[in-house]
């Protein structure tokens, strides 16, 4: 077993933004005993025991009732025993706590359980540009992302977009389609959140005339008219559990049948999804169905906060700004107070502060007293307990940080 030994050193963090697969789709497989072959998505928990309440129950006289749980971790999957009877191992090991990495084995009493990936990784290097399609960002996070992107755009790779709401992902999905073979060809988006439980069928996949009270037209779907080109799934997670099975066959079959019609049709479509929630919890939860996951997450791509990545808001402001009516330039001052916002809506909420003081400022830049931040607005940490392990670059933008909060008490309180 030489990839299940314990790492007694603090692993490299991934990259902000950079593809999951240290964290998505990893499986709880359990190699031995009764119930080998069963295997259970890890999401933000997964308990493991001989309760019918665990999420993963082994049966085995071994296991105990609530014997240990895992949870997933930056440092990788944390495997920790509950007081269990015959106690949790690691390569012979009895242990307490210990963080595993995909691809580990590690024993439940007397049953191996392997912690199996279920995505591929794919290492490519960051892109050297700060710009794809019309998403911008120069910090190391985006441009890791963008380097995944150009890699996959130009296939017919499914792509899941995963992040905050805000965090640009539409964007992303339309820059996907611009560097595509299908650039030319039908984009159509369908806001899985937006639109009632009685249409979203409809919706999708179309319906023949009468097929339901209310009915009078036949109706094109969005796979339809998606055809030859992409067809972007917002707000996956939101997706009905029953209309989940509905969608893993269109995707498997290439194929769509109308509500209320017989005749199959082929369409030849690439999906891009997306969603601002945790799929792998909601598969744990039952609320999202695991091989509809691994059928959308064939490459998983997660973007980043705008607080985790605040060196690309110069850009980004002057990238929203230019676009603007009059196009009016911050002052300098400006940037270190948008720098030091948490900005929980992210890019969209960043956008909105900006459009609204273009349209009230009255000389040629934008100043503080235009933004109208309150001095209440929560900010990011100045200071963290190891600041004296940041570089000489991060200590300064620290002190921008904290600077900027003695200015925005001065000129917005």
């Not at 991934?14 to 295997?39: D, F, I, N, T, Y």
């Not at 590690?106 to 794809?132: A, K, N």
């Not at 805000?166 to 039908?186: D, F, M």
């Not at 109308?258 to 369409?267: A, E, K, N």
Request: proline share 4%; net charge neutral.
């Amino acid at each position: 077993m030489a990839d299940s030994k314990v790492d007694q050193t603090k692993p490299q963090k991934r990259p902000p933004g950079s593809l999951l697969a240290s964290s998505v789709g990893v499986r709880a497989v359990v190699l031995s005993g009764a119930h080998r072959g069963q295997a259970r998505l890890v999401g933000r928990t997964l308990a493991i025991g001989k309760s019918d309440e665990a999420d993963l129950v082994l049966t085995d006289a071994s296991v105990s009732r609530t014997h240990c749980e895992l949870r997933r971790t930056r440092e990788g999957i944390l495997v920790r025993d509950l007081d269990s009877t015959n106690g949790t191992y690691v390569d012979g090991v009895r242990i307490h706590e210990v963080a595993l990495r995909p691809g580990a084995i590690f024993r439940v009493g007397d049953v191996d359980i392997h912690l199996q990936p279920s995505t591929p990784r794919i290492d490519v290097m960051p892109s050297e540009s700060s710009r794809f399609g019309l998403a911008v960002g120069g910090s190391l996070a985006m441009r890791t992302v963008f380097g995944v992107l150009e890699h996959i755009a130009p296939t017919d790779a499914t792509v899941l977009l995963l992040g905050e709401t805000g965090t640009g992902k539409e964007v992303l999905a339309r820059s996907i389609l611009a560097e595509s073979r299908r650039a030319a060809k039908p984009f159509v988006t369908v806001d899985l959140g937006g639109i009632s439980r009685a249409l979203l069928e409809s919706e999708l996949f179309g319906h023949e005339r009468g097929a339901f009270t209310g009915a009078e037209n036949t109706r094109v779907g969005a796979f339809e008219r998606a055809h030859g080109g992409t067809i972007f799934l917002d707000e996956l997670g939101e997706l009905p559990l029953d209309l989940q099975p509905k969608l893993l066959r269109v995707l498997e079959a290439r194929t769509i049948q109308r509500v209320g019609g017989s005749r199959v049709q082929d369409i030849d479509v690439r999906i891009i999804a997306a969603t601002c929630r945790d799929l792998e919890q909601e598969v744990s939860q039952g609320r999202f169905r695991e091989d509809l996951f691994f059928r959308v997450a064939v490459v998983p791509v997660r973007i980043p906060p705008l607080r985790e990545r605040s060196e690309d808001i110069p850009l980004l402001a002057d990238t929203i700004l230019q676009a603007l009516p009059g196009g009016r330039p911050l002052d300098d001052e400006v940037y270190s107070v948008l720098m030091a916002q948490a900005w929980r809506g992210n890019v969209r909420e960043m956008r909105n502060v900006l459009e609204r003081a273009s349209h009230l400022a009255r000389g040629a830049r934008i100043t503080l007293q235009d933004l109208a931040l309150s001095h209440e607005r929560e900010l990011v940490a100045a200071v963290s307990p190891q600041a004296f392990e940041l570089s000489l670059a991060e200590a300064r933008l620290r002190f921008d940080r904290h600077y900027a909060r003695t200015l925005l008490e001065r000129f917005a309180g």
